[in-house]
């Protein structure tokens, strides 16, 4: 069978998705059997368009490997781009194995999300159907954290640990003034709070605050909200809440969605923003305290100044691993990270079909959210903390950040 190896990614950035891709890099140059290692441009959509580019010749030391584990987003780049049923476009399907046939590929990794997953997993039923030799595995990555099947996913431990800092130091802003004020952090995570439930850890080193929390497991009162904050404010003259930029009504409706368009993005998701602001605007109505808002935006996902180190190696872990389990014969599969202990604190690499992971979405557990909007269980505490645990530090050159890029002429064949 045919031996060389392509990668691509897909989805949301992260600052963790890079040590995945570095993973699968480095388990495939060490391995006999594997023979050039290619990368995609842009997803699925750079399969289908030739725009393919070799890995394995631009990695010449193991600094260029840690230079790309603290590079954030996608080295090769993303896309969004749904991949058709076969009976709707078989010829798609047709083009994307004659790229692959043209590369002699025998093996393919998917890195992305739950719209990702679908894909890897479409294209391993065409494959087997069509007796066409190529192993298909997934990757996991989402700062969401809403993959069923594994414990987590690469990218979460980093923008979790993020957000709790940027708690912290918002926490510490609050308080310079001796002033009655509402402060609004709006936090990523469209129908999953795991984000948001991060901002929490700083109650861990002795804060009081975020005072309030809100996730999209729970139905949003507005009215309610405005009562949370005043019983808030009988004990502390600067309160501060963490709100998922999905909470919705108990109808179900996004609490933002009348100051939004109806813009979806190719798989249908509306583009969520602005919570903050409506709540600020909110707030300011009702109450006539000072208020202001924070929408922590793409620097969740794009903080590599602040990576956790358990997410990275953790991430480089997951790459390799799916190498070695599509070596061993496995398609149709993702990796995944079994937990095995809290204390101290494991995991183990195991695989589940992808139709398991495609198109689904994994909450907070609803035992681990507390009445009253205030706080989280304990469960929650010990599965998260261990996410954040170490650091990382990264190449300076001038008081800044050095990235890593790759050739991105796309080769000739």
Known sequence: MANNILVA??????????????????????QEKIGAVYGALNGIQGIMDRRIIRLDSQMHSEGDFQLLESTPAMALGSCRYRLPEYSVAPDVYKLIAGVMQDLEIGYFFYIGGNDSMDTAHKLGVFFAEEGIDIKVMGIPKTIDNDLPCTDHTPGFGSAAKYIATSILEIIRDTQVYNLPSVTIVEIMGRNAGWLTAASVLPHVVGEKAPHLV????????????????????????????????GVKTAEGRYVAESV?????DAFGHKYLSGIGKYLERYVLEKLGCK???????VLQRCAAHIQSACDIEEARLLGAGAVQRALAGETGRMIALV??????????LGTFPLEEAANKERKVPAEWILPGNKDLSQEAYDYLLPLIAGERSCPVQAGMPVHFHFDK????F
Do not use: W
């Not at 939004?260 to 979806?264: A, G, K, L, P, W």
């Open 260 to 264: 939004q368009d109806e813009t979806v």
């Open 339 to 348: 937990r095995t202990s809290n204390d101290p604190y494991a995991v183990e």
């Open 291 to 297: 208020v202001r808002s924070v929408e922590l935006s």
């Open 9 to 30: 990614q897909s989805g949301g950035p992260t600052c963790a998705i890079n040590a995945s891709l570095s993973g699968v890099i480095q388990e495939a140059m060490r």
């Open 214 to 245: 809100y996730l999209p497991e729970v139905p949003f009162d507005p009215d309610q909200f405005i009562e949370d904050i005043k019983a808030a404010q009988l004990e502390h003259k600067a309160v501060l809440v963490a709100v998922s930029e």
């Open 409 to 412: 002429t796309p080769l000739e």
